[in-house]
C-alpha cells in the first residue's frame, strides 16, 4: 500500500477509504443517500449549523466530558499512566448521544419527520429515542430479538422516551439483522424518514458523518492532553464493535504518527472458538450492510453469527475506516476475551468507583495491557465509551446472582 | 449473441410480452432445484432469475429472507447454484439464466474465479441488488467473460443518473415498480407507465418491471407497457414447503400458467 500523507484526506467523494467504504446498496436508496450527502457536506461547513450543534453539545449533552487519571486503578496495574476519557458521562450514558445529537439536526434540516435507528446494546436506540423526542419526531428502533432480551432496561427506557421498539427475528436476531430491517423500512419510507444510523459503517455518507460527529471525543481529549500533560499520550485505545466511539478518539491523532493506536475487538469465548466478533483480527474483506469493509463469513460469502458478552460490539463487521487503518498499518486491531473484559469491569468499579459498559470494558482490558509495555511516565489514553448500569442484569445473571 | 439478448429479440418479433419467474435457488428442496428450473420453462418462463441465498438480504422481505434461510440451512452455496445451472444447460441451451442477489457471496468466491466458472456453468448475467453502477467497476472480470451486468432503476432514481444507466443497460433493465421491498404489494400501474415508457424509449436495453407483481390481473396490467414481468415473492410462497418433484411441477404450472396466457392474450 502507498505511503499515506493525511489521513484526513479520506474518505475521497465516492466515500472510499481506500479500497473499503462506498456505496453498496439498492439502487432506491442511491437517490436518498445522494440527497443525504448533499444535505451534510452543505451543512457541515455551515457556521450557523456548527453553532446550534456546539450549543446542544454543551448545554444538552454536557460536553465537554473530562479525561480523568485513573490513579489507583494505574497503581494496581504497575504500568504507565491510564487515562480515561470519560464518554460514560454524557447525557443517556455513553458516546453514542455525540452522533444522534448531530444527525437529529441534520434531519431537522431536511425536512423530515420521521426518525428510524437500530440497536444492539440499546445505547443507540436510547440515544435516538432521546434526540426524537427533544425534537418532537417520530421515533421507531429495530431490536434483535436477543438483544431486546438481553438489554431489557434500554427497551423500557426507550419506550418511556416515546419510541416504539420492533423486534428483528430474521438471521440471528442480533445487530446485523437490525440493521438489515432498518434499511428495509428506510427502502420502503424515503420520502419521510431519516434513518440515524448508530456506528461508523453503512453506506456512504454514513462512515464519514458518523465519525465526525464523534470526532469531538478525540479533539476534546489532544486538547486536554497538551493542556494537562503537556504532551500526546503514548498510545489510544477504544473497544471496537461498529467502531464509533473508536473512530471517535483516534480521527484527530491519526496524523500524529507517534501516537500507537490500538482498537480492541470482542474475542468473545477466545479467536480460536470461533465465538467472538473480531471483524478486523478474524475476517477477511468482504461486503456488508453497504461498505466494502471487514467481515466475518464463510466459504459461501454467508455472514456468520458472531458472539459476546456485550451486545454492542456483537456485530460481523466493522466501519471501513478502521479497515483502511488496519491495512495501512497505522492502527492495530487486538481481541479482548469475555472473561478478560469482565475482569476489567470489576477491577474499574472496585478502584476507581466507576462502572463502565461491557462493551467499554474491553477497552479497559485492553489499556491495562498497554500499560503494562510502557514505562511508569506513559500514557495510555483509553475510551470509556459509556457507563454499566444497562449492563447490570447481565452481568449478575452471569455469575449466578439474582437482582 | 448472447441468450439473453437472443430471448429478447424473438420476443420482440413474436410480439410477446416475457415470462422472468424468480426462484431462490435450493428452496423449497436443493435435490429438486433443476427440476424446478425445468418446471419454470415447461410452463412459460422465457427468462429464469435464481435467487442465490444470502445471509444478509437487505432488499427483501420476508418470504424471500425465509427462502434463503431455508436454502442456507440445507446448506446451498454458490458453488451448489453454479452445478445446478450446468445441470440444467445437459437439457436446455436456450432459456437465458440470470443470478440474482447480493455481492459479498461472489466478492469471496472471487470475481476472476465466479465469472469463469459462471460461464462454464452456462450463466448468462447477474443482478446484483447491493452493486450500483457506481461500485461495478469491480464486475470488470463477469463482464469480461462473457455475463451481462442486469442494472436496476427504482422510482426514485434521478434523471442524470436513470440516463446513465439507460445508456449502460445490457441485457435487459430492470425497473422496480415502487419504493420498497420485495414482497410488498403496493404496485400502481398508472403511476409507473408513463415512467416505463420514457425509459423504454431511452434504454439501449429492454426493460423488465418487477417488485409487486402477484398474479395474472397485475401481469397483464405491467405488460402494457413493459417488455418483461418479473414474478418473484408470490411463487417462492406458493413453493414453500412442497416436497416432491411432481408436486413442485404441479405448483409452478398451476401458478404460471394464467399468468403465461394473460401476457399472451394480447
Ligand atoms: C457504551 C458503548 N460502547 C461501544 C459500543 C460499540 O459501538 P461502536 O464500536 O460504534 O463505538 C456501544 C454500542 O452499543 C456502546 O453502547
Known sequence: MQEIRDFHAFPDAQGRFGQFGGSYVAET??????????????LRDDPAFIAELDRDLTNYVGRPSPVYFAERLTRHVGGARILLKREDLNHTGAHKINNTVGQALVARHMGKTRIIAETGAGQHGVASATVAARLGLQCVVYMGAVDIERQKINVYRMKLLGAEVVPVTSGSKTLKDALNEAMRDWVTNVADTFYIIGTVAGPHPYPLMVRDFNAIVGREARAQLLDQYGRLPDVLTACVGGGSNAMGLFHAFLNDRGVRIVGAEAAGEGIATGHHAASLAAGRPGVLHGNRTYVLCDDDGQITETHSISAGLDYPGVGPEHAFLKDAGRAEYVGVTDDEALAAFHLLCRTEGILPALESSHAVAQAIKLAREYPKDGIVLCNLSGRGDKDVHTIAAREGVTV | MNRIDRRF???????????????????????????????????????????????????????????????????????????????????????????????????????VRFGEEAVQAGVDGVLLVDCPLEESAVLAPLRDAGLRQILLAAPTTAPERLANLCKAAEGFLYYVSFAGITGAARLSTTDIAARVADIRSHANAPVAVGFGVRDAGSAKAIAGFADAVVIGSALVERLEGVASATEVADRVLGFLAPIRSALDAG
Open chain 1, 29 to 42: 436508496l442511491m437517490a436518498p443517500l445522494a440527497e443525504l450527502t448533499e444535505a451534510y457536506l452543505r
Open chain 2, 9 to 111: 429479440a424473438a420476443l420482440k418479433s413474436a410480439g410477446r410480452t416475457g415470462l422472468i419467474p424468480f426462484v431462490t435457488a435450493g428452496d423449497p428442496a436443493p435435490e429438486h432445484a433443476v427440476a424446478l428450473m425445468h418446471a419454470l420453462v415447461e410452463s412459460g418462463a422465457d427468462l429464469i432469475e435464481l435467487g442465490v441465498p444470502f445471509s444478509d438480504p437487505m432488499a427483501d422481505g420476508p418470504v424471500i429472507q425465509h427462502a434463503s434461510e431455508r436454502a442456507i440451512a440445507k446448506g446451498v452455496g454458490l458453488a451448489d447454484v453454479l452445478g445446478w445451472v450446468a445441470e440444467f444447460r445437459r437439457r436446455d441451451v436456450d432459456t437465458p439464466v440470470v443470478l440474482m442477489g447480493y455481492l459479498n457471496p461472489i466478492e469471496i468466491h472471487g470475481y
